[in-house]
């Protein structure tokens, strides 16, 4: 059974970066796609970004593309979200899943599994 772990998250000042990671446990972890989501305090939970298997193709919402990136290291069963130039509205628990494909990382979560616990994060002077 795939499992994944979240970490990094913390208190950070507006413009400054994190780093999250991902660490992922189990049968066939490396064949999965994985999506890293966001909910804030009173909002749904929506798409950030999202790394397809072999790590070939990335995909960013609209709101972080340019200031996040995506990454996995399959030799280390990890997926990294690098997180530069944050802003208040970033504050949000992030979480990490794992989906066959990231077609529907934004319009489907519910296709997503293997939810992590989530870290949060907090954009704040």
């Known amino acids: 059974q795939l499992q994944l772990v979240e970490s990094g998250g913390g208190l950070v000042q507006p413009g400054g970066s994190l780093r999250l990671s991902c660490a992922a446990s189990?049968?066939?972890?490396?064949?999965?796609?994985i999506g890293w989501f966001r909910q804030a305090p009173g909002k749904e939970r929506e798409g950030v970004s999202c790394?397809?298997?072999?790590?070939?193709?990335?995909f960013y919402a609209g709101s972080v593309k340019g200031r996040f990136t995506i990454s996995r290291d399959n030799a280390k069963s990890t997926v990294y979200l690098q997180m530069n130039s944050l802003k208040p509205e970033d504050t949000a628990d992030y979480y990490c899943?794992?989906?066959?494909?990231?077609?529907?990382?934004?319009?489907?979560?519910?296709?997503?599994?293997?939810w992590g616990q989530g870290t949060q994060v907090t954009v704040s002077s």
């Open positions: 899943a794992a989906g066959s494909s990231c077609k529907n990382y934004v319009s489907r979560i519910s296709s997503f599994t293997s």
């Open positions: 189990g049968f066939t972890k490396d064949s999965y796609a």
């Open positions: 790394i397809s298997s072999n790590g070939g193709s990335t």
